[in-house]
């Protein structure tokens, strides 16, 4: 790739890369059925449609690769498997074309590059896209498990000669209304495989886990808003260089924050939504309890019904049989047995 400029390089900050869910799981996978240490990395090729501004990451697949961990420039990788996969791809969906490829980092390599200029030969700007897998202390824990790249060449200030790096470009996951079923369904099967929930308990799991995704959401939340502080200090004490663009977007993001301390009416109204919310939270509890209470009062009755109809002999059965075969309720029957007693 030649010399890029400032502006080619804002050009391709701003280009959105677009991954489904479909290749978030087919990377899992095939880092789960690889039995490598947590120091090795799995690669696999991504394909979609690249359109200059949105690169659209539909689909993937893995590929052989194997790398020496104390010599990082030596690696194998078969480009002649990915050839005859694209080859059977092409029979399946022709619009999907490879667009780059992946790996699992976590963090970038200095093999990076090299591989780069290997997946030119099949498109000419390779996005790189690390997928942290890690079900803990990754990326996924405070937000979106994955990171993109493009490699471009550094043009200095100083007119020294330029050096190849990577620039780093915007992700986000997106799916299709058929894609979101699957995901749904999947996540359901996932659930369901840790143990059979009765009926009784769905409505609490379902709360406990919209509780659960908004917790996460508040620690990815904080999280972030660490970053933002670090790097404004950091700016702040001259440990790092001002970048007015992230300088803007913080900007942005204060200036569209509700101004609570001087609006009586605003904070008040927060103030009542969040009564509101609590009493309807409050008052399902007290139903939820209510219903529990009544469930538990009808399944004893029914098991003292049960004990009396266990105890009665064949004779009586027989006779209360016989009585609501003749359309004569078994209580009139036990009334009028107790009347001629007391008669007698």
Known sequence: MPGLTTAQVNELSATDVVIHPLVLLSVVDHAARVPLSNKKRVLGVLLGQDDGKTINVANSFAVPFEEDERDPKTFFLDLDYVEEMWRMFRKVNAKERPIGFYHTGPRLRSSDLEITELFKRFCPRPVMVIVDVRAHGGRGDTGIPTDAYFAVEEIRDDGTATQRTFTHVPTSIDAEEAEEIGVEHLLRD?????????????????????????????????????????????????????????IYQVQEIVGLLPQLGGDVDLGKAFRVQVNDQNVMVYLGLIIRTVLALHNLIDNRIANVQQEIDDSKSPEEKKNEAAAEAAGVKAEDVKRAKEENAEDK
């Open 190 to 246: 996932v659930t369901a495989s840790g143990g059979a929930a009765s009926s009784s308990l769905l409505t609490t799991q379902s709360l406990s886990n919209r509780v659960a995704s908004q917790l996460e959401s508040l620690r990815g939340l904080h999280a972030r808003l660490l970053e933002i502080s670090e790097y404004l200090n950091d700016v702040r004490k001259s440990k790092m260089p001002v970048n007015h663009q992230i």
